[in-house]
């Protein structure tokens, strides 16, 4: 097995054992079903599955722009490039609803008198927790190999630009989860950005908001990026050994 279809796999089993133990919390101890927990799974697959349609859309249209490029010279690189800042954009969009799973970790759904035992919640939010980071880490896996097939292929190593890339990205999701924890932000709010800057204005301009917002989005990058500059890395090592 591939080490890319086993990650694939570990993130797929790792996603529903969360939900799994979301829906036994309400079948075994008589609690209402924590619906938003749920939804939050879906969203942070979103990223993943989106990352893996537009990588094998890639694969499957770079013939058909060769033979654009055949017909009328250079217009099959334009439809490329269009085709990958679109998939971006999208995928960037939807990105921060992995990385939000770790504000769950905050126990927002445990009431102070309940018959679940903080055991199994503590159980059950790190599960749905590291979902969403595993959610995180493998999508932007795929779109850095992506960068890295068609921005900077040469030589045998990680590229920096790579890198620069994955770190901008990272940081971005951070900023995205703050946006979504703290102003109830969504990733459908991007087409009103007029209306996103004036609320983003608003909050900042509050006193210690500013500060806040910095030492947020710096812990939680740094987070993310400790965990995952070394998975890809060893994923990189293990397909370069694959494909040798």
């Known amino acids: 097995m591939s080490a890319f279809a086993l990650g694939v796999i570990s993130v797929v089993l790792l996603n529903l054992y969360a939900v799994v133990l979301v829906v036994l919390r309400s079948r075994v101890y008589g609690v209402p079903l924590y619906r938003p927990m749920l939804l939050n799974v879906a969203l942070s697959s979103l990223p993943v599955l989106l990352a893996i349609v537009f990588g094998l859309g890639l694969i499957v249209l770079t013939p058909v722009f060769g033979a654009i490029t055949e017909r009328l010279s250079g217009a099959g690189a334009v439809f490329l490039w269009a085709y990958l800042l679109t998939a971006t954009v999208a995928w960037l969009l939807l990105f921060p609803n992995s990385v939000y799973l770790i504000t769950e970790l905050n126990f927002s759904h ?5 018959p679940v035992p903080l055991w199994y919640d503590i159980v059950q939010t790190l599960a749905l927790t590291l979902s ?14 992506v960068y890295i097939v068609m921005v900077d292929a040469a030589g045998g190593g990680i590229p920096a630009g790579s890198w620069v890339f994955a770190a901008v990205i990272i940081v971005l999701g951070a900023v995205g989860v703050y946006l979504g924890r703290y102003l109830r932000l969504n990733s459908w709010d991007a087409r009103h950005p007029g209306s996103l800057l004036r609320k983003l204005r608003a909050h900042l301009g509050q006193r210690g908001k500013a500060l806040e917002a910095f030492g947020f989005v710096l812990t939680h990058a740094l987070l993310i990026g400790l965990l995952y500059v070394p998975l890809f890395t060893l994923a990189w090592s293990a397909l370069r050994s694959t494909a040798g």
Not at 110 to 114: A, D, L, N
């Open 132 to 145: 969403g980071i595993a959610n995180a880490v493998l999508s932007l896996g795929v779109v850095q190999l």
């Open 110 to 114: 445990r009431s102070e008198v309940t």
